[in-house]
């Protein structure tokens, strides 16, 4: 593998986590519990696909392929898409979603301050620009997990059954293969196993607070990150992708 | 083409007229999202950088910019986008600050470190009353740049327009 090659696959990595959450937390739109909860998923994922853009872009440009931004985004098979597994796993309910987001948002907000100090001077300012973003996510997720851990005694169990649930996906945050080894040799990548270690310290702190129980470190789903999605990929991309496929190249 | 010549000041004056479709008060200069107006040769370069990665608003304004600058018979290079420095709301002139709160836009108020997960929660007083006692609504208003406030003195519900750093 080239470094480009590399670099693009990388990039397309942090891309596809945020476009495959941004189109997840959009299914929300018009079914959040109530008004300001609707006008907050559907924020959060305005930024995720704003935050899409930018990287798919740039992707693109490294690649030289002439693909932009919506070719990458809606012109893909599913196992071209990079994004970890957690990213694509479906809505279930109000405790699933946030539970997702709290675990992905506290390692995004991690790797985009890593990427800050990225040789890769674009990606730095991807990172710059997203992390103002991010930053208001983990803590919006955060105050969640203690609203609904130290909540009902139904709100609790419910959250706490969801983060039992999703924990085996958080471990692909933190599983490297030889793209990132190859990102972090040349100073453009994130060290995961620092970020892992820091990841775990936040996770703890809050579900301390919130009265939640870490779940224990056991067998973890991977391959999301090489292109092996689980079985709610594919709808995803079926409902993202028709108006491209029904009708080429079709714009707004 | 009509020969004519303008100056970097005309032209950041000229952008005044092109307002922030979500908030019209703002014009894109007291927004701060103008960085930088530049001539190549015979015609210009505008940049200009996103206040939030997602913001809709960003592809409108450059489409009013390149109309503006069309009817003035202004030649234009074309608006690059840059990503960094990224915007903050420190950006915003005192200008704009005035006039989204006589909007009902509760102006950025200067936040602790945001570095901390959960800070003590921020007074913003209410632009209709001006009354500290306020409570927040929601992250989150109508756009991703605001959050949503209610007065409770004179109960006037209010966007609060975030502070970005």
Redesign the interface.
Known sequence: MTHNEALFKYIIRIGDNSLILGQRLSEWCGHGPVL??D??LT??A??????A??LLKYAGEIEGKGRNEDQLAFLRYEHEYLNCQLVELPNTDYAYTLARQFLFDHFNYLMYQELLDSED??L???A??????V??H???S??WMIRLGDGTQESHERIQAAMDDIWEYSGELFTGDDIDQMMLDSGIGVNLTKIKAEWHK?VA??LETATLEKPKDDFMQLGGKQGKHTEYMGYILAEMQYMQRAYPNCEW | MVNQTHTEQELWELLEQVKDPEVPVLSVVDLGIVRKIERIDAAWEVTIT?T?????AMRTIEKEIEALLREHHIPLVGIKT???????TDWISEKGRTNLRAYGIAPPENEVD??V??AAPLVVPCPKCNSKNTKM????????CKA?YQCNDCFEPFDYF?C??
Not at chain 1, 128 to 133: D, I, P, Q, T, V
């Open positions: 300001e909860e006008i907050a924020n959060t305005l930024d995720l696909i704003g935050q853009t930018s001077k674009q730095a300012a991807i710059e620009k997203s992390l103002k973003e930053t208001y983990r803590r919006r955060s105050e936040s702190e809050v | 996103p939030y990665s997602g913001c809709p840059s990503l960094s420095p990224a915007w903050t945001k570095s997960l959960f609504v929601s992250e989150f208003g109508s756009p991703a949503h975030k970005l750093r």
